[in-house]
């Protein structure tokens, strides 16, 4: 069962296209939580995921509500990534079917989000000079941390 990344509703298609190859190069599937700052169809996002678009196992959702529901009872545990997070991403033991959720770029995750997964949510240290480490990136160190712990799963 492989990781999941979870983009709730990203907003610029180069950082979406990024994730998408990190996706692919992985095996790890992408959830998409509507709505998009863009168009699936963006040139930029197309751009940014170069020609693997075909090796992403993609799926859309209407809202984090709808998400949640398509998982079902069993679902890996959710870890939301916020710049607040009072657990380091290297302090929680990632299994198989875990899900990486990262909010848009401007303003993070839903405050009622973050509330109800308190324990859940997870950060990336930083020496405050900046608000925040991109998503992209983001989602690569978390994601790869995952892996790491895993033995990197069907990957060489």
């Not at 678009?53 to 949640?68: G, R």
């Amino acid at each position: 069962m492989p990781l999941h990344i979870v983009l709730h509703e990203p907003l610029i298609p180069a950082n979406t296209g990024n994730i998408a190859r990190s996706c692919a190069a992985t095996g790890a599937h992408l959830h998409l939580i509507h709505p998009l700052g863009f168009s699936t169809e963006d040139r930029y996002l197309k751009r940014a995921g170069l020609d693997y678009w075909h090796a992403v196992n993609i799926h859309h959702y209407e809202s984090f509500e709808h998400f949640a529901a398509a998982q079902g009872e069993g679902a890996g545990t959710f870890y939301f990534v916020e710049t607040w997070g009072e657990k380091l991403y290297t302090d929680v033991s990632f299994r198989d079917g875990d899900y990486i959720i990262l909010g848009k770029e401007t303003t993070g995750l839903p405050e009622e989000l973050t509330e109800r997964y308190r324990e859940q949510t997870i950060r990336i240290p930083m020496s405050g000079a900046t608000r925040s480490v991109n998503l992209s990136n983001c989602a690569a160190i978390v994601l790869f941390e995952g892996l790491r712990q895993l033995g990197f799963p069907g990957l060489k």
